[in-house]
């Protein structure tokens, strides 16, 4: 059964930095993509970061330059680095995983989704 679970969130002022992480499990995840996703209340999730082949990532315009995705060499744990943050940041984050080597940015796209981790920025 695969499972994934975030863990990482929290508070944080603006301007300030969480390192989020998603620790995966019951299959081998080297060859499938992984990403995070977000939801704010009221709105739809949207895509924020992934990974693929060769670790080639890709990003949301509104994350590019202050998020980094990043995984383990053995594959089994996902990062999201969020450095810079504002308070539109604000949502539950979702990791997630897909059964092909090729990013997507849209979350129907992805098989597998954990249970998400809450990030707050506020002052």
């Known amino acids: 059964q695969v499972q994934l679970v975030e863990s990482g969130g929290g508070w944080v002022q603006p301007g300030g930095s969480l390192r989020l992480s998603c620790a995966a499990s019951g299959r081998t995840f080297s060859n499938y993509a992984m990403g995070w996703f977000r939801q704010a209340p009221g709105l739809e999730r949207e895509f924020v970061a992934a990974?693929?082949?060769?670790?080639?990532?890709r990003y949301a315009d509104s994350v590019k330059g202050r998020f980094t995705i990043s995984r383990d060499s053995a594959k089994t744990t996902l990062y999201l680095q969020m450095n810079s943050l504002k308070p539109e940041d604000t949502a539950v984050y979702y990791c997630s995983s897909r059964r092909s080597i090729r990013t997507a940015t849209s979350p129907n796209d992805y098989d597998y989704w954990g249970q998400g981790t809450q990030v707050t920025v506020s002052s």
């Open positions: 990974i693929g082949f060769s670790d080639f990532t």
